[in-house]
């Protein structure tokens, strides 16, 4: 049973208006009661909580203009702009052309012949319209009474049907609400309510004059919902690779970044790709029409390497190595072609060197695939670096990025040797393969002066990405939903 | 990557170890298993290593893996007395050649399944697709040696796999199946290799399609292999297709061929030998093997090992791709040994982390931005000309622009990132406004990257103003001494558009979204924008 004293001044206003109403609408009451509509609603929903009102609601279709259906409410439907264009003789398609535009006769032509309002034939090279009367135009009427913003109280169905299709007007659900009392109210309003004067904005004003003492402040209910704010963010995508920018940094890398245009040398030919390998076809990498120059220095160094082995005991891969072919510029395939480059501008002991950036493959886009992805890559150069200190680093980036369990099986990458594909474990997927590593060949390191094993890293944060933000489409990442980077969480991980 | 399918009931008899040991261990060699099946397994290895393209072949590997059988595998080359010619014709085409025979084999449809997936297995991964590699396989006993290797006129007709009638060279690259797969492979040549016998019976027609004639059945006991291609990695694919048979139980015999009156015979099989030192596999694995530790895990690799002191002879059998330099040595040695028994070591390598300073700005702009309520978004740099200029209103430039676009929205990279926030505006179309969003990043120049902020603000009373308060700020906040002048961007209203000038050059511009712009990404509320060169 409420009691009088737990009700606002407003909730006593309404439910004295509703104790005198059988019942009402929203607009009604909020005038009866003297308030704005949102707050004597407010008063009713939680007059209503506490069994003291009734809220019925109602839905009902409403129907309104498009811009199309406004054009053909002020100026008529094509097909009846002809008719009375016709004025009852019948007329030739060429001549109609004359005073129509080819969109409007198309679409008068159908309806005519359905509407039975005129019949249309071929006599020789020519369309003849030959009107036939018309006796209502229901389509015309329901466009008028909407135009005009009259309710539509009795129509067709199917005049509405039609005029959907036409797409001349749209239909959008209407909630009426009406509010009475209970009996429970009445009891209540019976036994005598009683209106006291209450504060419910405190102002600058009642501050300053000491007014608020003398006057009630209006309890709240704290468990009001409220309206949602949402504050401007980093993109949560960039929040995860400022998280491995982080972990680099703290580990001691020193951060590089390049040029998406690199030479074909760069990109494939200093990591001792063979000219005619697969991933070097035009179908998987996004060639360019220019053409770089060449670091003289090395460029020799690197043809001897791929023709016959250099001088460090390799095979090489025979044939020719063609220096046109290198200066062919792409969009970078991998990050790789600017750690390379900084390794050979700083061939001395010790580099640590890390790069988070965009790498372009030619890949049809798809939920999974992307031409263009973030990737990322980490190497360490020095003196005596080995094998085990590769998987070190490995086991400590991963442990950092929160994944305790990590396995280490061969891999093949071209110019890796010996090569490791690391693999975490995430809860209800098992182990999952996560990016690649190993020690950049002798191939790779003797032609740029590189005396000392390079130990590499790289993967592509996409799938990382997925995982941690829950996607499943990576195509979200970078169309994003502006209501999805409002909502998503900061504090996911 | 080529994918083997593997018989449980042909692994146990090959290798002879129970199937869930063998699964349970094969990715330790280097192998992904994509699909464990009731009868079968189908496992991926990696393209350097063909010789695992077959199940004898990793039947051969697994064997040492598991230390059942070590070592270089030995194979018998008895010689045959089947010859082949190689004529000047067929040099200008397709000129190397590499043959054997394998006798005494049974097989049965599993096993010709199987070798017909090798074949395929090689074509991919050692023949670039036929290009470079491609292998005929034929049954023996149809055809009378000597062969033939010549190029002829196109005109010629012969019964092809797969037909029951013969048809013309030139035809069979229109209608047979294979023809029209691999026609590409001999555009511009104006006659085509062939290989025949003594009667003039034809084995192939490389590399495109076999003879109907020599198709290998279960009744099938001997086999002449042919692997014809452009350069000498056909010796390698036929010693991968002869040994994997050879671990089928059958007898090789090699082939002579004569080219240019010189005469050679064909498999080699002979080991090639490196030399390998104990300090430079340990320093690089970062281990402490001895000599014998060393031999051993090479052992298991189906490799040889001789110890002289602190240092090994390794013998790497014929079959091997993969084998450049001494490191791809090491990397079996750390195979054998056991990834799983590394014990991982951060490096001590000391350095101190650093930035760089492009980030750093791009950090600090992120702050800023998101100070004054602009949510950030990322988006592609790869576009499109009608998005990037004409939705723009703005005059096509010279761009970065992709040779062979693989879809009508990538065709180039970016040169400004405000098209690319129009487009975000776009498809938020039906969210809640005010929307506010900036990206900063890079954009391409003349082949170069610069950098870029750009910010959008959509509203029903979106103004000149507010964006020029907005913009002016970000400039406060960089320290940036400017002056505003009236701008031409098309993209924006004339009379509400501004360029920033910073030492008499533009850095940027700032106004009111031309309605023009506005409907061409399907909107239709007032938008204000900046973008800032930040380079």
Known sequence: ?????????????????????????????????????????????????????????????????????????????????????????????????????????????????????????????????????????????????????????????DVIKALLSRNLIVAAEKTTRTISITDEGRRLVARGIEIVDEIAQLTPDLIRSGEWRKKRLRAYDVNIPVLKVFGAKKHPYRRLLDQMRKIFLEMGFEEIRGDI?????????????????????????????????LPGNFAQKVKAMHEHGGDIGSTGWGGKWSLELARTEVLRTHTTALTIKHLADNPDPPVKAFCIGRAYRREAIDATHLPEFVQLEGVVMDEGVSFKNLLGCLAEFYKRMGFEAVRFRPGYFPYTEPSVEPEVYVEELGWIELGGAGIFRREVTAPLGIRHPVLAWGLGVGRLAMLRLGLKDLRDLYRSDIDWLWRCPTCQW | ??????????????????????????????????????????????????????????????????????GLPRYDVLESNVSITIKKSVRPIRPHLACAVVRGLSLCSDSIESLMSLQENLHWGVG???????????????????????????????????????????????????????????????????????????????????CELTRVTDATRDLFIEVTGTDISVAV??????????????????????????????????????????????????????????????????????????????????????????????????????????????????TIGRTHPIEDKFALLRELMIGLGFSEVMTFTLTNEKVHFDNMKRRRVKVTRVKHPISMDHTMVRSSILPNLMEILSLNRHRELPQRIFEVGDVILDGKNEQRLAGVFIHSTASFAEIKSIAESVLRDLGTEFTIEEADDPAFLEGRRASIIVDGRSIGVLGEIHPDVILSFGLDHPIVAFELDIS
């Open chain 2, 237 to 350: 694919a036929l010693n991968i297709v002869a040994t994997a048979l050879a671990e089928r139980g059958g007898k090789i015999e090699s082939v002579e061929m004569v080219s240019d009156g010189a005469v050679r015979r064909m498999p080699n099989l002979s080991p090639t030998t490196r030399a390998l030192q104990v300090d430079e596999v340990n320093s690089l694995l970062g281990l402490d093997l001895s000599a014998e530790e060393i031999a051993r895990n090479l052992e298991k690799m189906r490799l040889g090992a001789t110890i002289h002191a602190d240092k090994l002879t390794v013998e790497v059998p014929a079959y091997r791709a993969d084998i450049l330099h001494a490191w791809d040595l090491i990397e079996d040695v750390a195979i054998g040994y056991g990834y799983d028994r590394f014990k991982p070591e951060f490096p001590e390598t000391a």
């Open chain 2, 1 to 70: 990557m080529p994918m083997v399918t593997l018989r449980y009931e042909d692994l146990k008899k090959l290798i002879g170890a129970d199937k869930d040991v063998i699964l349970d261990r094969m990715p330790m060699i280097g192998a992904d298993v994509e699909r464990i099946g009731a009868e079968h397994a189908d496992v991926e290895f990696f393209p350097d290593r063909p010789d695992l393209f077959s199940i004898e072949g990793v039947a051969r590997a697994m064997r040492g893996f598991l230390e059942i059988e070590t």
């Open chain 1, 1 to 157: 049973m409420a009691r009088r004293k737990d009700l606002t001044t407003d909730e006593k206003r309404v439910l004295l208006v509703l104790s005198k109403v059988k019942s009402t609408s929203p607009e009604k009451l909020a005038s009866l009661a003297e308030l704005n509509v949102e707050t004597a609603m407010r008063a009713a929903f939680l007059l209503g909580q506490k069994g003291l009102s009734k809220i019925a609601e109602k839905s009902t279709e409403i129907y309104s203009l498009t811009p199309e259906g406004v054009l053909y409410a002020e100026k008529g439907l094509p097909e009846r702009r002809i008719i009375d264009f016709m004025a009852g003789k019948e007329t030739s398609l060429s001549k109609l052309r004359e005073a129509f535009s080819a969109q409007e006769i198309d679409i008068a032509l159908g309806w005519l012949r359905k509407k039975g309002w005129a019949s249309i034939e071929k006599r020789k090279d020519e369309a003849i319209i030959t009107p036939l009367g018309i006796k209502r135009d229901p389509q015309g009427e329901i466009l008028d009474l909407l135009h005009a913003g009259r309710d539509l109280r009795r129509f067709d169905p």
């Open chain 2, 128 to 210: 670039r697709d036929r290009k470079k590699v491609s292998i005929g396989v034929h049954d023996l006993s149809r055809i009378n040696p000597p062969f033939t290797y010549l190029a002829t006129d196109p005109s010629f007709e012969f019964i092809p796999l797969d037909f029951d009638r013969p048809v013309s060279m030139r035809k069979m690259l229109e209608i047979h199946p294979k023809g029209i797969k691999f026609a590409h492979l001999l555009e511009g040549s104006k006659r085509y290799p062939l290989i025949v016998d003594s009667a003039g019976n034809v084995l192939s027609f490389p590399p495109i399609i076999n």
């Open chain 1, 261 to 293: 245009v690199q030479t074909s040398f760069w990109n494939f030919d200093a990591l001792f790709q063979p000219q005619d390998h697969p991933a070097r076809e035009m179908q998987d990498t996004f060639y360019l029409d220019s053409k770089g120059d």
